[in-house]
């Protein structure tokens, strides 16, 4: 008796050594996959805070989307199961930068390609998006786009600042007036960090304060 269930482990354990080993090579790859988007991610993030969980789970999805991959790829009815359970659900994690929409996409591209055992075409995608990216980021403009916040007093100031701000290329973008102060926020193009012309606004009498922030895109004022 104990050697007939010893004999019926070994063969349950020969049979799903033999299963596992095909899946095991597509799950190396895309755990290398997903450390190198990580890798990449960190490297060409360029936001104000670095989202540290978002970086990991672009290396994580990469994984579990080769996983589901392995999956349904073997059975047309789970297939089609899995289709219709992921479409009823609903992320609500909104995503602002369209980079990091990038890298998402292509952690599941790369998931979903080493899943189906295209490892080549994977590393291909790999070595060409992080060609675009480096030769991106070699292209440094010499202007960049900030927004400045002048905090001000009295309401005679007005001719002064779009004096100065007419130096170089601006766009008013809100102004708030109080009984004795205001606020004037505008878009301003600064070439090569020459950032003389904040000087020459604080030097008015009238000035309190002067921010600079770089623009992003996301102001909405």
């Known amino acids: 008796m104990v050697?007939?269930?010893q004999d019926f482990l070994?063969?349950?354990f020969n049979?799903?050594?033999?299963?596992a080993l095909p899946i095991i090579l597509p799950l190396l790859v895309s755990a290398l996959m997903g450390g190198l988007i990580y890798?990449?991610?960190?490297?060409a993030f360029k936001g104000v805070v670095f989202n540290h969980s978002f970086s990991v789970s672009l290396a994580l999805m990469t994984i579990?989307?080769?996983v589901v991959t392995l999956a349904i790829s073997s059975n047309i009815a789970l297939s089609l199961g899995?289709?219709?359970a992921l479409s009823i659900v609903r992320y609500r994690a909104a995503i602002k930068d369209p980079m990091d929409l990038l890298f998402l996409f292509w952690?599941?591209?790369t998931g979903i390609t080493t899943g189906a055992r295209m490892h080549y075409l994977a590393f291909i995608a790999a070595i060409l998006v992080i060609i675009v990216l480096l030769l991106i980021n070699r292209h440094d403009p010499t202007s960049k786009m900030y927004v400045v916040i002048i905090n001000y007093t009295g309401d005679d100031i007005d001719e002064d600042l779009r004096r100065i701000l007419r130096e170089r290329q601006f766009q008013i973008k809100s102004k708030t007036v109080r009984k004795n102060d205001g606020e004037l926020a505008a878009e301003v193009r600064v070439s090569r960090e020459n950032f003389a012309f904040m000087n020459k606004l604080r030097e008015l009498p009238s000035v309190n304060n002067v921010t600079l922030v770089q623009y992003n895109g996301e102001y909405t004022g």
Do not use: C, E, P, R
């Open 64 to 66: 579990l989307t080769t």
């Open 107 to 109: 952690a599941v591209t």
């Open 82 to 84: 899995m289709v219709g």
């Open 15 to 19: 049979s799903a050594l033999v299963n």
């Open 39 to 43: 890798f990449v991610y960190s490297k």
């Open 10 to 12: 070994a063969i349950d």
């Open 3 to 5: 050697d007939s269930i």
